[in-house]
């Protein structure tokens, strides 16, 4: 299937994408902040650089667009072109690989997905509270 942009368009198009600071991120995040939760954002050192991260409790959050990440990606990849259903498995493998490496480090890795947050925010921040409560509860 041929793009029906030109390809000045089509960059134009993907660089309005963000990668940081997205709308979801900053609902998660404003959310926390609200409730007294203090935590470092886009930690570089650590693998697949969290968007939310709580050093203390070793806690890493990663929120997840449903389509780039493939929310439920079996049920809707075919309808994808072949560069797009490569490009999302990519990220979903390297997703795996990133949570691997931090869990290995004794870190507890979150994933909010995109849907989850437009649905309920403040269950997303009720869900990380808990972790959070348990993980300093506990011996790290």
């Known amino acids: 299937m041929a793009d029906r942009l030109t390809p000045a368009q089509r960059s134009s198009l993907m660089a309005r994408i963000r990668s940081k600071d997205t709308g979801i991120e900053l ?79 004794g870190w507890k890795v979150v994933r909010v997905w995109g849907h989850e947050l437009k649905q309920s925010p403040s269950a997303c921040v009720d869900r990380i509270a808990e972790i959070l409560i348990a993980r300093r509860g506990s011996a790290i």
């Open 27 to 105: 609902v998660l995040r404003s959310g926390l902040h609200r409730r007294g939760y203090r935590f470092r954002k886009h930690v570089r050192t650590l693998a697949g650089c969290p968007d939310i991260v709580f050093s203390k409790e070793r806690v890493a959050i990663f929120v997840d667009g449903d389509f780039w990440h493939g929310y439920r990606f079996a049920s809707w990849q075919h309808t994808l072109p072949p560069f797009w259903q490569q490009k999302i498995e990519n990220n979903r493998k390297r997703d795996r690989r990133n949570f691997a490496k931090l869990r290995r480090a």
